[in-house]
Nanobody, 121 residues
Framework: QVQLVESGGGLVQAGGSLRLSCAAS????????MGWFRQAPGKEREFVAA????????FYAGSMKGRFTISRDNAKKTVYLQMNSLKPEDTAVYYC??????????????WGQGTQVTVSS
């Protein structure tokens, strides 16, 4: 079992940057792939990025590629999402999730509670 807690959200102006963190508890963090997702008001949850257990492979949604970077530190049991060149349309609640499969999808096993990111124009 993995418990996940996101942090680092907030209010930022368009063009700015934020780094989200997701701290995990549990002894087997390094065996899980990790993903970031987001859900804007009135919209469905969408995939943002994923990283495999070692950090050696990553996936990104097309609109985030080049602006967002996912990384992980297994010693700290933490996964990060560095977000640059933020746009108002990036406003959403951002969630991290864990799964033993490394894939693009929404059916991850474990989820955090989310952190709000608001980008003002």
């Amino acid at each position: 079992q993995v418990q996940l807690v996101e942090s680092g959200g907030g209010l930022v102006q368009a063009g700015g940057s934020l780094r989200l963190s997701c701290a995990a508890s549990g002894r087997t963090f390094s065996s899980y792939a990790m993903g970031w997702f987001r859900q804007a008001p009135g919209k469905e949850r969408e995939f943002v990025a994923a990283i495999n257990w070692s950090g050696g492979s990553t996936f990104y949604a097309g609109s985030m590629k080049g602006r967002f970077t996912i990384s992980r530190d297994n010693a700290k049991k933490t996964v990060y999402l560095q977000m640059n060149s933020l746009k108002p349309e990036d406003t959403a609640v951002y969630y991290c999730a864990a799964d033993q499969r490394f894939y693009v999808g929404l059916e991850y096993d474990y989820w955090g509670q989310g952190t709000q990111v608001t980008v003002s124009s």
